[in-house]
């Protein structure tokens, strides 16, 4: 059924994982030059200086969270089967603390290109990943208790 609570919680961890790709994950400003540096999933984008060459495929972050988000999406849909839906969230997991993961290096790396000494923010989008780990982790806890009850009612029929 796709009424269920954990449909509920998929779809929200899909939207979460979606957004962050249309909004910002980082930002940091140095007052004195008026340089700006913003990472977003797809990239670093700079105000008031050149764009940052060499750093590395920051895209993964955009195609892990748009994985994340589509295993989510499969994971609703496959309700008959709860084991493949468990063995989907796990997999999902995995995205999630990649995604996670490729956020903070490349934050970190964004660190040393604008003026050490001050110190970035991270922006709301940063924690994402975050919701949408807890939004995972509910929805794998639903799912079994689902397949304990199934279990347990065809267990008195016998």
């Known amino acids: 059924m796709i009424q269920r609570i954990q449909s509920v919680f998929l779809l929200l961890l899909a939207l979460a ?8 994950l980082w930002h940091k400003v140095d007052g004195l030059t008026h340089q ?38 499969r994971e609703i849909f496959l309700f008959r089967n709860r084991m ?11 995205f999630i603390m990649a ?9 970190n790396k964004g660190e040393t290109l604008l003026n050490p000494k001050l110190e ?6 940063f924690y994402l990943p975050t919701l949408a780990l807890m939004l995972n982790l509910l929805a794998n806890r639903f799912i079994r208790s689902d397949e304990k009850m199934v279990r347990n009612s065809y267990d008195r029929l016998r």
Not at 84 to 94: D, F, I, P, T
Not at 120 to 125: E, L, V
């Open 120 to 125: 970035g923010a991270f922006q709301p989008a």
């Open 36 to 73: 700006e540096l913003t990472l977003t999933a797809f990239g670093f984008t700079a105000t008031g200086m050149p764009e940052p060459k060499g750093l590395g495929p920051i895209f993964l972050i955009a195609s892990f969270a748009i994985a994340s988000a589509l295993t989510a999406a």
């Open 17 to 24: 994982m979606l957004s962050m790709l249309a909004l910002p």
């Open 84 to 94: 493949g839906q468990l063995k989907l969230g796990m997999l999902n997991l995995l």
């Open 99 to 107: 995604t996670f993961g490729l956020q903070f290096y490349f934050s």
